[in-house]
Structure formats: C-alpha cells, structure tokens
C-alpha cells in the first residue's frame, strides 16, 4: 500500500514553527500538488515525508508504516537536480538503481540487464531515450530535469516527491517537466506529492491542492474547487502576479491535461486577483 498518512505534523526548529498541526491523507496513485509562499513549510512538508526531516510532533506514514528515514520506495526530486554533468543521460538514470547494488558494481556498470533495461525505459517515459548517450552538461536546464525524473523512477518507487521541481526552469521547459512528470507518475500507478509556487502550472497539471500559509494547511480540494477565493486565503496580501508564469511556447510535453487556465486569464484581465 503506498497511500500517505500525514497526521498532526508539526516541525518547529528553534522559535520558528515551520509546520503547525498538518493532517491529510493520499490515497494511492493520486497526484497531489502543495502550494504556498517562500517559507510557508512546503520544504519542510516534503522533506518529513521522505524522512530527512524528524517531525517535533505527528506522524508520518506510508501505508501502516511510519517514516523514520530516507527509503528506497520514496523518490524525491530537487530544484537543483543534482545529476552528474560529465555522465551521460543514461548513465545518470542508472545510478537511481544506486540502492539495488554496491559502490562498485555502480562504478563499472555492472548493474543487472534489469536495471540497464529501467534506464532506457525511464528516459523513454521522459522523452530522451535518443539523448541517453548524451552528456549532461549540453543538455537544457528541462532536459537535466528530466534526467532526474529518469534517476527517480529507476529506483523503482511506489511514491513520487517533488520539491518546487521547476523553480528554475523557463515556463516552456516547466510545462514539459510537469507534463513528464504527470505521465510518469499516471502509467505507473504512483502516488505523487509536489510543491509548486506557480499558480497556473498548479492549475494546469493538478487533480488536488493542498495549500499551506505560515506552516498551516489552509485548503485542501480539488480542481473544481480551487478557485480565486483560495488563491487568495493561501496568498493572502502577497501580489501573486509573479506566480503566473506565462505560458510557454514550448510543446507540454505529454501529461498535460489541458484543462483551463481561467487563474491567468484573470490575471490577464486584472478579475478577481486579491492584492
Ligand atoms: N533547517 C532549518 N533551520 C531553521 N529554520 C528552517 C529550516 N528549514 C526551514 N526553516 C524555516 O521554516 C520555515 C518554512 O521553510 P520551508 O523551506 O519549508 O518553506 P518553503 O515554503 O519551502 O519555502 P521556499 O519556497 O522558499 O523553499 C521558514 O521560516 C524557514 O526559514
């Protein structure tokens, strides 16, 4: 079972309370994005689920299972990918079967015809099996990004974390990123939990939002209630008109559920935005 439990999650360091009293819960398979400010906790949220942070209070669980430390079963995503630039595309996937085998055999590549066949397969979800002998480093900032998701799915995870994965990118490559990262955790039945500060790529790619403000979670819903009255208690007075990325001109990458983009139409027309 690879629903998630979050129960009475609070974590404090030193005066700052970074997460107060979060509960919710993810049912398998669902595709669930986190929103909210710089410093608003969705960090610190993300980081508990995948047991690099120690709540102070609450419980996190996987299934029956509490978190306690980093699992193979959990991937995460960073911002800053943190691929190997002088590797190649499909040498970096290959080190996300790092935990299936040892120092050495990674080093040599002697990791099993399964996980070779993992690599390939996992840079065809993400669109760059013809770029597997590729050298990081030449490729885009969204290509490397795409890496990683690749090195991710080979460690063969059941849940999927994204920490503000396209907080670097162009709003071309965010899409695709998005797109990528939303088939990949569709065709393969994974549970997946990522942190977005863009309102509109939120709208475009999520099923359900969870939205947090000074470490509270204050909306959790769906798409169909995910309106400007919420933006607006998430955001509160903060101008949010940066967080509409334009859209890009890049193609979406597959995944993108195309739904309406009405938030940035409103903020096109000036509606409905609380400032
Ligand atoms: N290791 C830490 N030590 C001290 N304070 C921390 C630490 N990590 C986070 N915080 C504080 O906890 C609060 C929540 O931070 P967090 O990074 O989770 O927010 P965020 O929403 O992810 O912000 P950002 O989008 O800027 O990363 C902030 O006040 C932050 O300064």
Known sequence: MSS???EGLTKRFGETVALDDVSFEVPEGEFVIVLGVSGSGKSTLLRCMNGL??????EIR???????????????????HNIIAQMNAYSNA????LNRNTFLDSLFQRQSEEDKLQALDALDTVGLLDEAQQNAQQMSGGQQQRVGIARALVQDPTILLADEPVASLDPGSSQQV???LRTAAADRGLT?????????????????FIGLRDGK?????????FDMDVIDDIYGDIDTEGMFAPD????DGPGSSGGSDDASTKRATGGGMGQ
């Open 4 to 6: 998630i439990t979050v």
């Open 192 to 208: 997946a939990v990522i942190s977005l500060h863009q309102v509109n790529l939120a709208r475009k790619f999520g099923e359900r």
């Open 94 to 97: 290959l080190t996300g079967s």
């Open 53 to 58: 942070e120690t709540p102070t209070e609450g």
């Open 62 to 80: 996987i299934g029956d299972t509490p978190v306690d430390e980093p699992r193979p079963d959990i991937a995460m995503i960073f911002q800053q």
């Open 178 to 180: 998005m797109g990528y």
């Open 217 to 225: 979670k204050v909306f959790d819903g769906y798409r169909d209630e």
């Open 248 to 251: 890009g001109e890049a193609d």
